[in-house]
């Protein structure tokens, strides 16, 4: 099992800064990537930035640039930096994880969310 829980969401004006934080628990080993998502208001959940077990990103068109992914492995914590934000940017953002498909059991893990409202 892989327990993941986020913190760091809040109310910013356009152009303003937040990092989220996501502090990962449980089988870590197992863990294979580690991502961002968000749903806006009457939108699908969206990926937002992830981040693979060798280091490689990847990121949504509508963050590069702006979003940075990256992680504290000695903290088991992953991190979401966002700058210049934008009132589109406002969602819930959810951590995720991916686990190896060698492993029984469930391969997709969600955090319960947190909330970014950006102010224009």
């Known amino acids: 099992q892989v327990y993941l829980a986020e913190s760091g969401g809040g109310l910013v004006q356009a152009g303003g800064s937040l990092r989220l934080s996501c502090v990962v628990s449980g089988s870590i080993a197992s863990i294979v990537a580690m991502g961002w998502y968000r749903r806006a208001p009457g939108k699908e959940r969206d990926m937002v930035a992830t981040i693979t077990s060798d280091g490689s990103t990847n990121y949504a068109d509508f963050v590069k640039g702006r979003f940075t992914i990256s992680r504290d492995n000695a903290k088991n914590t992953v991190f979401l930096q966002m700058n210049s934000l934008r009132s589109e940017d406002t969602a819930v953002y959810y951590c995720?994880?991916?686990?190896?498909?060698?492993?029984?059991?469930?391969?997709?893990?969600w955090g319960q969310g947190t909330q970014v409202t950006v102010s224009s």
């Open positions: 995720h994880a991916q686990r190896s498909a060698g492993y029984v059991g469930d391969h997709d893990f």
